[in-house]
Nanobody
């Protein structure tokens, strides 16, 4: 499965962005889908996850209430809606598949290259 992220960009603090991650195969519906981010000089940080059917989701405490993850299995796509963005949200956001919930990168089976998000005034 190949994953391709899009939708990143530069926004001011308080702004919003919607990220998309498209998968090359319909078999992506067999996996949990995750968003993670990496700031310069830092490790990969888990952001959010959604189950195979999108019914249940999970969020890191620092994005809860501001970010929303959804998936559309008919389009093989997962989204991350981001609001009230802060400078500390800046980084490269990538999506990844996993078997079950996982907040550590070692359990990611497939991952994309990521899309850059910059929050700055």
């Amino acid at each position: 499965v190949q994953l391709v992220e899009s939708g990143g960009g530069s926004v001011q603090p308080g702004g919003s962005l919607r990220l998309s991650c498209s998968a090359s195969e319909a078999t992506v519906s067999n996996y949990h889908l995750n968003w993670a981010r990496q700031a310069p000089g830092k490790g990969l940080e888990w952001v959010s996850s959604t189950e195979r059917d999108g019914t249940n989701t999970a969020y890191a405490p620092f994005v809860k209430g501001r970010f929303t993850i959804t998936r559309d299995n008919a389009k093989n796509t997962v989204y991350l809606e981001m609001h009230s963005l802060r400078s500390e949200d800046s980084g490269r956001y990538l999506c990844a598949t996993s078997i079950g919930y996982c907040t550590e990168s070692w359990c990611y089976i497939h991952r994309g290259q990521g899309t850059q998000v910059t929050v700055s005034s």
